[in-house]
C-alpha cells in the first residue's frame, strides 16, 4: 500500500465548537488555562479518528498576538500547557502519533505582506520554534507570502527536524501577496522542507492547484478548510464571525482528499472545521489503498 501522512483536522475550531465561555479574544490559548479537558477531548477524538501527526494548540500563541493582548509574559507557560495537554491525549489513548510544533501567521491570519524584514520576522519564529523544540516536526501554516514563509523556514530549519510549509491560496489561485504557487514553491525550496502544502482555503482550490504542486516539490498534500468565506476575519473579525459550509460532508471531503492523492499528494489532514469525523472517513475509506504514517515517517524508503 502507498504510504501517506495523515495529519489531524481542525483543532482550533473543533475547540472553539466545544468549549463554553471562554474569557478572552485569544480563546485557543485562555481555553487550555479554564477547560482544559476540552483541548485534551479534542486531542483524543483526532487520534482515536486516525490522524497520526497531531498539532499542539499554539496557533493563537504567537510573541505578537500575546504581546497585544497584554499575555507576552505567558509564552513558556502557553506552550507548556499545550505539551501537557497534547501529551495527556496521547497517554489517553495509548497511540503513536507524532507531536507537531505550529508556526503561524505572526500577527494574524489572512493578511498580506507584513511591513517587516526578513531577519526580524525570522527571529521571533526562532523565538517559537525554541518553544516547540521537543516537538517531533514542524508545521509552518497559512502562509499568505513568501517572506514570512521564508522567515518561518529558516527558523524551523535550524531545528534538525522534519518541517513542512503550508500557503494559503485565494480565489485567483494566487497568494494574499499576489504572488503565484511557483513563485512561492521556489522561495522556499532552499530550505529544503520535507512537505509544501496548500492549507485553510476552500478544497476546490486545492484541487485545482494541486496537479502543479505536485510538479513543483518532490513531497506535497494539503488540508482545507470549510468556511464559507474568511473575509470577516481578514478585516480584523473575530472568529464567531465565520461561518461553516454545510456542503463539506465528511463524504464531500473525502471525495477531495481522494483527488488529491490521485494526482500525487502524499500528505493530507484537515483545517478549519474538518472534525474528527472527517478524519475518521478518510481512513475508513481510503485504508484499503494507504498506508496511514506520521509526518516523521517521511519519506519511506522505497516508496
Excluded at 480563546?27 to 499542539?56: C, N, Y
Excluded at 502557553?78 to 501537557?84: G, L, P, R, T
Excluded at 495527556?88 to 510544533?101: K, L, N, P, Y
Excluded at 521564508?150 to 527536524?161: H, N, P, Q, T
Aim: glycine share 6%; hydrophobic share 45%; proline share 5%.
Amino acid at each position: 500500500m502507498r504510504p501517506v501522512v495523515l495529519l489531524d483536522g481542525g483543532l482550533g475550531q473543533e475547540i472553539y465548537r466545544r468549549a463554553a465561555n471562554v474569557s478572552s479574544a485569544l480563546w485557543s490559548v485562555a481555553v487550555m488555562h479554564e477547560q482544559p479537558d476540552v483541548v485534551v477531548a479534542v486531542h483524543s477524538d483526532f487520534i482515536r479518528a486516525g490522524a497520526k501527526t497531531l498539532s499542539l494548540n499554539t496557533y493563537a500563541a504567537t510573541p505578537s498576538r500575546l504581546l497585544q493582548h497584554g499575555q507576552l509574559e505567558q509564552l513558556v507557560t502557553i506552550h507548556q500547557n499545550a505539551f501537557e495537554l497534547l501529551g495527556q491525549a496521547v497517554e489517553a489513548t495509548g497511540a503513536c502519533v507524532d507531536i507537531a510544533g505550529c508556526l503561524p501567521p505572526l500577527a494574524g491570519s489572512y493578511q498580506g505582506q507584513p511591513a517587516r524584514s526578513f531577519e526580524d520576522l525570522r527571529d521571533e519564529y526562532s523565538v517559537l520554534v525554541k518553544q516547540q523544540a521537543v516537538a517531533d516536526v514542524l508545521l509552518i501554516e497559512t502562509m499568505t507570502n513568501t517572506l514570512e514563509a521564508c522567515a518561518a523556514c529558516a527558523a524551523a530549519s535550524e531545528l534538525g527536524k522534519p518541517f513542512s510549509v503550508a500557503f494559503r491560496l485565494e480565489a485567483d489561485g494566487k497568494l494574499k501577496s499576489g504572488e503565484t504557487l511557483a513563485e512561492a514553491v521556489a522561495a522556499v525550496s532552499p530550505y529544503s522542507p520535507t512537505a509544501v502544502m496548500l492549507n485553510c482555503c476552500d478544497p476546490e482550490l486545492i484541487s485545482a492547484a494541486m496537479p502543479e504542486l505536485v510538479r513543483l516539490h518532490p513531497c506535497v498534500g494539503g488540508y482545507a478548510n470549510a468556511f464559507k468565506s474568511v473575509e470577516a476575519m481578514a478585516r480584523g473579525g473575530l472568529v464567531d464571525a465565520l461561518e461553516a459550509r454545510e456542503d463539506i460532508s465528511p463524504q464531500a471531503y473525502v471525495a477531495h482528499v481522494r483527488q488529491w492523492l490521485a494526482d500525487g499528494a502524499t500528505v493530507i489532514g484537515g483545517c478549519c472545521e474538518i472534525t474528527p469525523e472527517h478524519v475518521r472517513h478518510i481512513v475508513e475509506t481510503l485504508a484499503d489503498d494507504y498506508e496511514f504514517i506520521r509526518f516523521s515517517q517521511w519519506p519511506v524508503p522505497n516508496s
